[in-house]
């Protein structure tokens, strides 16, 4: 028998929203949490080719205090998508502190091959995810404050969203408190 790809959808929101709720409820301090996912941030701007994820599993394997779920849903907000418009921000930022790169940008991607760029690129983004962890800290805790507060739904909103990749929410289901 072949399942429905609403289905799924529909197992995979609840599980997501379960995971979500969970983290939000923990008797883990926001601080924590915010701490999370402002790490998880940090790590998912920097230009690490993938080597984020693994300084990710370590941290949450090893540091008490990380909560996985905020730590690993930076992902969610810093998406390959996102990542390349960093990296063209980083690249004015690092030639302002560093200085213009000589003989000018070559088109040369290679690792090897255009280090100058690299170095400027990993400045830049440095910059961005110190000021974004920074900044997604003190949003993640006021939501987290206000949602365990009930002053928001910000967990049937978030999942939607993601879920669905609508800009509005989808109304939530009434609950059956």
């Known amino acids: 028998m072949r399942r429905s790809r609403g289905g799924r ?3 995979l929101r609840q599980r997501v929203r379960t995971a979500v709720e969970a983290s939000f409820d923990d008797d883990q301090p926001p601080e924590e949490i915010a701490g999370s996912f402002a790490i998880g ?8 080719l993938g080597g984020n994820l693994l300084v990710m599993v370590a941290l949450a394997a090893r540091v008490a205090w990380i909560n996985p ?14 990542k390349w418009g960093v990296y063209a ?11 213009p ?8 991607l290679s690792l090897s091959g ?48 993601v879920l669905t990749g609508d800009d509005e ?3 939530p289901a009434e609950d059956a408190k």
């Open 41 to 48: 941030v940090f790590l998912t701007t920097l230009p690490t």
């Open 114 to 161: 255009n280090r100058p760029l690299l170095v400027r690129v990993a400045v830049g983004s440095s910059i961005i995810a110190a000021l974004a962890g920074l900044l997604s800290y003190g949003l993640v805790r006021q939501m987290v404050i206000a949602y365990r507060r009930r002053e928001i739904d910000v967990v049937e909103e978030l999942v939607d969203t």
């Open 69 to 82: 779920v905020a730590l690993f849903s930076s992902g969610i907000v810093v998406n390959p998508l996102v």
């Open 9 to 11: 959808l529909t197992r």
């Open 89 to 99: 921000v980083s690249v004015p930022i690092g030639v302002a502190l560093l200085g």
């Open 169 to 171: 929410p989808t109304a």
């Open 101 to 108: 790169i000589d003989g000018g940008l070559s088109v040369d």
